[in-house]
């Protein structure tokens, strides 16, 4: 048998999922959390819904991955290391580096780990995951699926900030974005969808979860999108701001006392959006379900509804035009009331949604017949994109 796996590397996390490849099976997925922290757990489902929990202290991420093939081969998921053929590691910082997917070697290793310092949380752990599965796995082809290399192909004027221009040149401070996987797989499945070459095509992809951004794609190519330099920029998110006013920064230090940074990011990356103007839940579900008897839910659940439409107004001027407006993502694929909002207050571009249509889950155009902009609900799936970037490089090797 022929296995790719699917790997996500956080901080204290690592989530996989095994794939049959061509076939695209999944066959086990599961999450180790809390690396690094007492208690850690383990978790896989495979098979006909048989489930293993461990909880134990996992210190490492190289344990974690050690704990994980110990599983898989004592649960008759796998029967030999070798049938692993494949593994596709999200990074979420690729830098200007990395433009696309990427075979991994000891180089590229080190290259993701010296790009820590786009994403501290992250690049660091995604690393030691590559070394430790290198060392279980030698033979299987590895590759790097960057959150980033979507968005490469940005015009300088939509990823350069109005900064001095050294700071692009010396330090490479400038706009990367995230979610790249994602609004890949949404806007080649929308174009496969209406049946349409995307080279035809101008496309804004919503991807609405805790995270959230939102990209304008024309000719299959990313323009511009909401995120940063790092992921707390664009539109307001379960407890990230989303734009601000950087000259708010001293103001609140100064008001709170605070003389960390670090402290007062912390708070603009933890307890703000959704959860710090709702002060109720940093969760979508529970702020509408709270909408209509709590204020601060509803303009919690207004600002969201009203930032997801600025996005999507400011690209269809960037891309003069759009085609296909997509959903997805935890809120986006499923909460038909928010894409019912969103698109009712923007009908003035010509798209109209169906509520019948809409009142769906799964993969389908919910605008009406009329509607001169298509829009479609399209649940991602950014595993599969990356056990296909896998193949993908393989092939081409
Ligand atoms: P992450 O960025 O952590 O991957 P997800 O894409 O899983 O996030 O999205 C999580 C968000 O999706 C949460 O705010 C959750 O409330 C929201 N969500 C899930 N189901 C629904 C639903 N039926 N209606 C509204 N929001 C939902």
Excluded: W
Excluded at 127 to 154: G, I, Q, W, Y
Excluded at 228 to 257: N, Q, Y
Excluded at 274 to 293: C, H, N, V, W
């Amino acid at each position: 048998m022929s296995i790719t796996m699917a790997v996500n590397a956080g901080s204290s996390s690592l989530k996989f999922q095994l794939y049959t490849m061509p076939e695209e099976t999944v066959i086990a997925k599961g999450l180790v959390e809390r690396i690094g922290i007492n208690d850690s757990v383990f978790k896989l489902e495979y098979g006909d819904d048989q489930e293993v929990k461990l909880v134990e202290d996992i210190a490492t991420h190289d344990r974690a991955v050690e704990i994980l093939f110990e599983q898989l081969e004592a649960n008759n998921v796998i029967h030999s290391f070798d049938e692993i053929t494949g593994i596709g590691h999200r990074v979420v910082a690729g830098g200007e580096l990395f433009k696309d997917s990427a075979l991994i070697d000891d180089e590229v290793i080190d290259q993701v780990d010296a790009l820590a310092e786009f994403a501290p949380l992250h690049n660091a752990a995604e690393a030691a995951v590559m070394r430790a599965f290198k060392e279980r796995v030698p033979n299987a082809t590895m590759a790097a699926v960057f959150d980033t290399s979507f968005h490469t192909t940005l015009p300088a004027e939509n990823y350069l900030y109005s900064l001095p221009y050294e700071y692009y040149e010396d330090f490479k401070a400038r706009k990367y974005g995230a979610h790249g996987t994602s609004h890949r797989y949404v806007s080649r499945r929308a174009a496969e969808m209406l049946g349409k070459n995307i080279e035809d095509l101008k496309i804004i992809t919503c991807h609405l979860g805790n995270g959230a951004s939102i990209t304008a794609v024309e000719g299959g190519k990313a323009v511009d999108t909401s995120m940063g330099f790092t992921p707390l920029a664009g539109v307001t998110m379960g407890t990230r701001t989303g734009d601000i006013d950087a000259s708010i920064i001293p103001f609140l230090m100064k008001k709170l006392e605070i003389n960390d940074i670090n402290e007062m990011l912390n708070i603009f990356q933890k307890q703000s959006g959704l959860l710090g103007i709702s002060g109720i839940s940093s969760d979508m579900r529970e702020i509408m379900a709270a909408k209509e008897t709590n204020e601060r839910a509803k303009i919690a659940y207004d600002i969201f509804i009203n930032r997801v439409q600025k996005y999507i107004g400011q690209y269809i001027a960037v891309m003069n035009g759009v085609d296909a407006i997509v959903f997805t993502a935890g809120i986006g694929e499923n909460s038909a009331p928010v894409r019912e909002d969103v698109i009712n207050g923007i009908t003035v571009f010509g798209a109209e949604i169906d509520a019948e249509r809409n009142d769906t889950r799964k993969e389908a155009v919910i605008s009406t017949e009329a509607s001169k902009v298509v829009v479609l609900n399209i649940p991602t799936n950014e595993e599969v994109e990356i056990a296909r970037e896998v193949e993908r490089l393989k092939a081409n090797a």
